[in-house]
């Protein structure tokens, strides 16, 4: 019905793999950058744990998947809005926000 932990945990490494390079291509992650980064594994982490409790319970599968694109969407608002701590979003900045948001429209890869 759902997918694995393993398949979960997978799919999260491989956006956090992407956005470490995605900051690497200019050879240094700043330290808004890095602020970004550390927000959505902190996210990514808060949704995993949801996701866990989730899989054990009944739900069925739509309202699994609204549950998913609700964690999601909050996701990307948290992460916006520390990138915009400073009151700017840089280049590297919207490169990062954009791999988290293909993501998202992804369903995160997580559901089936």
Not at 10 to 35: P, T
Not at 90 to 107: I, Q, Y
Request: hydrophobic share 40%; net charge negative.
């Amino acid at each position: 019905m759902y997918r694995k932990k393993e398949q979960i945990d997978r799919e999260i490494d491989k956006l956090m793999k992407e956005l470490n390079k995605i900051a690497l291509f200019d050879d240094v992650i700043s330290g808004d950058e890095q602020a970004i980064i550390d927000k959505i594994a902190d996210q990514m982490k808060n949704m995993q744990e949801q996701i866990m409790q989730v899989l054990e319970s009944e739900l069925h599968d739509e309202e699994f998947n609204d549950l998913l694109m609700d964690c999601l969407n909050d996701t990307i608002v948290n992460v916006e809005k520390v990138a915009m701590l400073d009151g700017i979003i840089t280049e590297d900045e919207r490169k990062l926000l954009g791999v988290l948001k293909e993501f998202v429209n992804r369903g995160g890869a997580l559901s089936e």
